[in-house]
Every structure is written in C-alpha cells, then in structure tokens.
C-alpha cells in the first residue's frame, strides 16, 4: 500500500483497534518482564502503526531491495515496534509479549536487527536518523526507488549527531526520508525544556528540512502529513505532538511511566480502561515454556560481487600507504561499474585529498559521498549503507575514524555491517600535527569490539591487496596505515617484492620477511624500520627473523613455534600495552609456552615532528632497539 489513496473511515476504526490492542501489548510486555519504556511506547505506536500499514513493507517483501525502510532510533521503544509488527503479521505477538527483555530472547529491551522487520539495531540514542541517511544514500547510488522513515524521540534532539544527520540529508537532497519525533515533552528527568532547551522545529527548517507539526494521536491528520510530505522535494519532519502513556488515565504525562512498568494490580485497571482482555497469566505459561537457540541471534551478511585491477609496486618504487590505498579504491569503483558488480559508496569527511579518495570523487562522483567534517554521523550513514546493497568504504585519520567514533563503530558490530574503516595517520606517523592526531591505541581500541578485523599492512602492495581483500570480504575491517613514504619490501632474498604480484593476502597470516634464530614481531609502518634492525643486529653476529604481523589482533601463532625458547621482540608504533604485544602475550599465555615478550612501543604521547626524528627521541629508532635487543640477548 501506499500513501496515495484517500484516507478512509474504514481505515480510521482498523488504526483504533490496533492501537487499543498495541497498547495492551505493551503494558502486559512491560509488566511481565517487570522492566521496560512503556510510556514513550504509548506515545509512538499511534504513529508506527499508521506507517506500517500504508508503507511498502511487509514479511512478504522484506527481503527486496526495493522494499521501505523504517528505523526507530529511539530503541527503548521496543515493545511498541514489536507490537507494530507483529500486528502486521511479522512474526507472533505472544512470542514477543512472553519473551520480551526474557535473557536469549530475541525481543530485547532495545531493538534488534536479528528481529523480522527491524532495520537497525538502536538504543544509543541519536544514531538512528544517520541510519536511515545511510540507506537513503545507497538507494541513490543503486538507483532505486523507495521510501525511508524514521521514528526518534524528543529528547535524543539534544545528541550533536542529529545535527549532522539532518545537515547531511538536506545537503544530498534525501527526499524521500521522512522523520518523526515523539514530541511528549518529556524525558527521563522530567520535562525536556528544564533539561535542556532546544528549539526542535527551527533547527530543523535552518538546515533545509520542511517541517509539519500535527497531532500524535489523529490518524487521519497523520496519514495526511505524511502523504502532503511526499510532495515536497526536501526532507520532511513531522512534529507529532503526543502524550506520554496516551490511552491509560493514571500514566498520561507522568514522566516516570517513561522507564517504569506497570504492576500487576496497576496492569488490570489499565486493560479495563482499554477494554481488553486481562489474559496475563498466558504470557506467564510462554515466558517458563522459552528455549534458547543461538541461530535466533544469528546476522546474514551481505552477499557482494567486486573485481580489480593486479597492481605491482617495484623495488625502486617508494610511496606511501595511503596512495595505495587511493589505487586500489579507484580500481575498485571502476570495475564496479560494470554489469553485476555490487556499487560503492566510498564516504569522505572533507579529507579527500589526504586520504586519497580524490580520484574517485573526480571521476565518480555518484559514488563519492562528501560528508563534512561529520564523523559521528558518517560512521553510522556508511555502516548502514553496507547492509543496503552497497559496498561501503570510510576513508578518514586514525583519531577520528578510531578514537571519535569508537561508540558508533561498536554500534556497526551489533548490527552486522559490512563497513571498510580505512585510516590513514595512524601511531607517530603523522609528521607535524602531533600528539592531538597519533591514534596510538588503534588496535587496542578495535581489540574490544569482537567482530571487527584489523589490517596494518607492511608497504603499499600489501596495502593494495590488504584492501581489495576487505572489500570482497564480509564483515567490519580497519585497514590502518600511516602516513609516510615507504621503501617496497623486498622477500627474503632480496629479488623481488613481498607482497607482489605473486602474494596472496589472508587475513590473520604471518610473513616470514627475514629468517633468524629469534624473532622482532612488527606491522605496518614500522616493518622497514624492523628490517633495518635485522641488518644491524647481523653486523654485531645477531641473526634476528623478521616477522610481519599485518593482522596484529589475530596473528597466526604457527609462524613463531620455532621461536618461542628466546625472547620475541615486538616493534610497533602503538600504545606498546593494547597492540600486538597483548595479543602475543595473550595467545603465548593460552598455549603456555612462557616465551618472554620484550614491548617496543609507544610509552606515552610523542612530540610534533618528523617520525624519523620522533622515534629517536624517544628510543625507538633502529639503532636504539638494535642496542637494546643485544643488551637482551647479552
């Protein structure tokens, strides 16, 4: 169905008693599992409920790629989304009522995308609206036609990342998202102007939004608003002004329904008033009846289809990381634009030029997503994107597509994305912008979100392959990379490139660089350096094996059975407690080999300067980790 028909009275008096029905889904769901947000769910679902039964979505549909998308970024308001579609016939409402906030339940206390229906999985307020600007955006870059919603509360206004979100969906003409905000005033610590004042209709018309204000609870004045909405070519809010624990006398406008359920004594006035059957004790019999089956929780990844160019940087060849990562992006994007290829979206925000998207932004601009200096926003829009038939690409410095968004990254695990983080100016190697822009702690930070992979590859051919390989790839990677020129890396007899036309790169493998009686560990921008401290220890009669970790979170412990008897010596340019030292000490702890670690890393932020001349400031240029390796081994 659609928007595009008069709205009947025969529509009206089936919206009522859904609406009757959803809000006793509600309150029992609430009250059985003795927690929950019953009050902004009976404030929404008037809403949810006109979207959902004139929206193109249903269970027949949901798997198209043409289907509505809707997203409810104020996930608290879950029993009202899972009343929503069960109501729609999604899924069963008993289920959801029985199992609701049940431990191994998939109807959660926040939604979540493992549930039929759900788009993205939500409850770290703010979010929500980046979502759907990310589905929009891949709609646009596959040319198809659909509608999205988007459903947020009043409070969650006061997030800066709303801000963004809107400002990103007026500047790339969005049309066909349309907003909702549960406008009840109030908020958990009572009304949300005492909290914090905002001025929700200007700051949306200021950034280029049409706004319609409309009451809440009015299913006709609704279906109105949101049909007239389709016919202007902006995105469009509609303000509805609502009551918290609308249809329950004693719950209306007490801002303490917000997060508080019913009792049991307070359940059955409630179901008098709405004239509904008191049927608790039958959710009771459902929730002791519940199995737990982990598939429930289970994410389909996207399938994808990619092609690229065979790329080869010669031994006299000395670049930097980040333009590999420019080639291989631009003969991605390339190649994609032939039949049956899956489409990019590669977001920017206003780094291009030093991140080496620039090309693709020239001469691909459909596929090229300028976002401002937005990353909050960014971060979501483009993980969203990846589960919309997109391959999606960020392209930002370390601190800022690491350290800044480290919440939102968390929030693209959750949800299964698909999302390719490409960092460049990660550790010291960031010359003179100093200590505020070295992300020391990248690997670290991604060590805590399980279902990221991190790459750090060693020059620019393993960077090239690094990323073609994340790209075909399911899953959430970061390929991080500094930012200087680097020598090519020859194998181990000096003939040729490492990583070259002959290599294959796997995820989690370990290259034997220089072979040796003990091992320096080392990964990404500081490989060179770890070879030049092989040859220096060979001067004084050392014979030190190079090994390139390029996946410092999941190194394959094969490569180091020989090694284990001596110390083993990691050289990185991170925070030398949280990157590849923890995980070898980690995994050598497990096996329990005893094999000594000696770190080599970063102590403490560094200075602003050349990474040569940093490093030797603090002693971890070649020489000095060469001296220090020998007074080891003495």
């Known amino acids: ?84 579609l069960a109501r729609n016939g999604f899924f069963d409402i008993d289920e959801a009522i029985g199992q609701f906030r049940l431990a191994g339940s998939i109807y959660e206390g926040h939604i979540e995308r493992m549930v039929k229906g759900v788009e993205w999985t939500t409850g ?53 998202i349309t907003a909702f905000i549960d406008y009840n005033k109030l908020q958990i610590s009572g009304n949300i102007e005492e909290v914090m004042y905002q001025n929700i209709v200007d700051d949306y018309s200021a950034d280029g939004w049409h706004v319609i204000v409309v009451d809440g609870h009015d299913f006709e004045k609704l279906y109105t608003a949101i049909s007239y909405g389709k016919t202007v070519d902006q995105p469009v809010l509609i303000l509805a002004e609502t009551v918290m624990g609308k ?73 930097d990381c980040r333009s590999a990562f420019g080639d291989a992006i631009y003969s991605l994007v390339k190649n994609s634009q032939d039949e049956g290829m899956t489409p990019f979206a590669v977001f920017d925000c206003d780094l291009a030029g030093s991140v080496k998207t620039d090309k693709v932004e020239k001469e691909f601009p459909v596929n090229f997503v300028q976002s401002g200096i937005q990353e909050h926003h960014t971060t979501v829009a483009a993980g969203a994107a990846s589960c919309n038939g997109v391959v999606s690409f960020f392209a930002d410095f370390g601190v800022f597509g690491v350290d800044e968004v480290y919440n939102q990254q968390r929030l693209n695990d959750l949800n299964g994305a698909g999302l390719k983080t490409v960092t460049t100016h990660v550790g010291m190697d960031v010359c003179e912008d100093g200590k505020t822009h070295q992300c020391l702690d990248y690997v670290g930070a991604m060590r805590n979100i399980f279902g990221f992979r991190v790459i750090t590859p060693a020059d620019p051919n393993q960077t090239y392959k690094a990323v073609c390989y994340a790209a075909e790839n399911p899953g959430n990677f970061l390929v991080a990379m500094g930012r200087s020129k680097l020598d090519t890396i020859a194998n181990i007899d000096g003939t040729k490139p490492a990583f070259g036309d002959d290599y294959t790169f796997e995820y989690g493998k370990v290259d034997l660089l220089r072979d040796g009686d003990f091992a320096i560990a080392t990964y990404g921008t500081m490989t060179n350096r770890a070879l030049k401290v092989a040859e220096l220890l060979k ?57 000594k670690i000696v770190r080599f890393g970063a102590r403490g932020y560094a200075y602003s300067g050349k990474p040569d001349d940093i490093f030797k400031m603090i002693g971890l240029d070649p020489e000095s980790v060469a001296e220090s390796i020998k007074e080891e081994l003495a």
């Open 247 to 319: 249809g329950v006398s004693f719950m209306e406008n007490i801002h303490g329904y917000h997060g508080k359920p019913l009792t049991e004594e307070q359940l059955a006035t409630a179901l008098t008033e709405l004239n509904l059957e008191n049927d608790f004790d039958k959710y009771k019999e459902i929730r002791k009846a519940f199995v737990y089956d982990h598939s429930d929780h289970e994410l389909d990844s996207p399938e994808v289809v990619v092609k690229y160019d065979s790329k080869e940087y010669g031994l006299d060849e000395k670049t």
């Open 1 to 84: 169905m659609t928007f595009d028909k008069a709205f009947t009275q025969e529509d009206k008096k089936e919206l009522e008693q859904l609406a009757s029905l959803s809000r006793g889904d509600i309150l029992k769901a609430t009250s059985l599992a003795a927690s929950g947000h019953p009050g902004g769910s009976m404030s929404t679902i008037d809403m949810l409920l006109t979207v959902y039964k004139f929206a193109n979505i249903s269970p027949e549909n949901w798997g198209e790629s043409t289907r509505d998308r809707i997203y409810v970024s104020h996930g608290h308001t879950s029993p009202a989304v899972y009343s929503a």
């Open 124 to 176: 770290n307020l703010g979010q929500g609206l980046s979502a759907a600007c990310g589905a929009a955006i891949a709609g646009k870059i596959r040319d198809e036609e659909f509608d999205v919603y988007c459903f947020m509360g009043d409070g969650e206004q006061q997030k800066g990342q709303q801000a963004e979100a809107r400002r990103f969906a007026a500047q790339h003409d969005l049309s066909n």
């Open 539 to 595: 001067e004084a009669g050392l014979n030190a094996a190079v090994l390139n970790c390029s996946c410092p979170l999941h190194p394959d412990m094969g490569a180091f059975e020989k090694f284990t008897d001596k110390p083993v010596f990691v050289y990185e340019d991170h925070n030398e407690f949280t990157g590849l030292a923890a995980s070898l000490a980690n995994r050598f702890s497990d096996v329990g080999t005893g094999t």
